[in-house]
């Protein structure tokens, strides 16, 4: 793609978006976490990008998007979730990549942090949460929800542990709203950080002692065919957001000094 790197991120205030890829009519970002994609005029992650393209000469001309269609995500991200989204500036190009998503063929990889040690069966490399979900869920008491339960999967891959936590990278295989979130905290080790299904106590105890303030839940990859391309394209983030990194990295260091945190990840 020409002249990719001109434009790197979208800047609004004190807030940067790094710009991963982009195209005609597309572009791929790394949403910050605590942004919403949508429906908060002038807050939200779409206008703040679309204000920029208007007054980004370079950008529009890379883009071209279309003003009668405006920017669009083609698919979702939780506001607590950081990681690379897919936004297009054309009404054909969002129809492109939607049919991508609508078919499974688009896939989606995420890191995340979990609490408590996830074990491997035997020499398996990877493993699948297969619990039937519920459109709507009840909280960390019920994340199943209570409404009829549809067919929900996610592949997850170990990668490494600490002395509290485990890193997994995660590929979704169906597309339930929390999905992630909701499976980790069925399997008995819930997303670090997650306010919705995890532990309160866990998440003040992150907060006070280490400032860790954020759900530790990255959309790292997603794999899928440019309208200039006939093969499959990887996008991918440049690296582990730092705030998780380094809880996982000094994960044993903190567990000398003090090992509160390994009680505190299922209690309420």
Same mark, same amino acid.
């Given at each position: 793609m020409k002249?990719?790197?001109? #434009?790197?991120?979208?800047?609004? /205030?004190?807030? @940067?978006?790094?710009?991963?890829?982009?195209? /005609? *009519?597309w572009l791929a970002v790394d949403k910050p976490p605590g942004m919403t994609v949508h429906n908060e005029a002038g807050r939200d992650l779409c206008s703040i990008a679309s204000a920029f393209i208007h007054e980004e000469s370079a950008l529009q001309g890379q883009i071209a998007m279309d003003p009668g269609f405006g920017l669009h995500p083609v698919h979702r991200l939780d506001r607590e979730t950081s990681g690379i989204l897919l936004l297009a500036a054309k009404r054909e190009v969002f129809r492109f990549f939607s049919k991508q998503f609508e078919c499974r063929r688009a896939r989606k990889h995420y890191l995340a942090l979990l609490h408590g040690r996830l074990e491997m069966e035997g020499n398996e490399e990877s493993g699948t949460w297969g619990w +039937?979900?519920? /459109?709507?869920? *009840? *909280?960390r008491h019920d994340p199943q929800g209570a409404e009829p339960r549809q067919a929900s999967r996610t592949r997850y891959r170990v990668l490494g542990h600490s002395a509290h936590y485990t890193l997994v990278e995660i590929e979704l295989l169906s597309g @339930?709203?929390? =999905?992630?979130?909701r499976h980790a905290k069925l399997s008995g080790h819930?997303?670090?950080g997650d306010s919705r299904y995890g532990s309160k106590r866990a998440i003040s105890y992150l907060r006070q002692t280490h400032g860790f303030d954020r759900l530790a839940?990255?959309?790292? %990859?997603?794999?899928? @065919?440019?309208?200039? %391309? =006939? /093969? +499959?394209? #990887?996008?991918?983030?440049?690296a582990l957001p730092a +705030?998780?990194?380094?809880?996982? #990295?000094n994960d044993s260091r903190y567990a000398s000094q003090n090992d509160t945190a390994g009680s505190l990840c299922c209690s309420t």
């Open positions: 002249n990719e790197a001109i #434009v790197t991120a979208i800047a609004h /205030k004190s807030i @940067r978006i790094p710009v991963l890829a982009l195209g /005609k *009519g +039937p979900l519920a /459109k709507t869920a *009840g *909280g @339930r709203t929390h =999905q992630i979130r819930p997303v670090v839940l990255h959309a790292h %990859r997603l794999t899928l @065919r440019l309208p200039d %391309r =006939q /093969k +499959p394209k #990887v996008l991918e983030t440049h +705030p998780i990194r380094d809880l996982f #990295v």
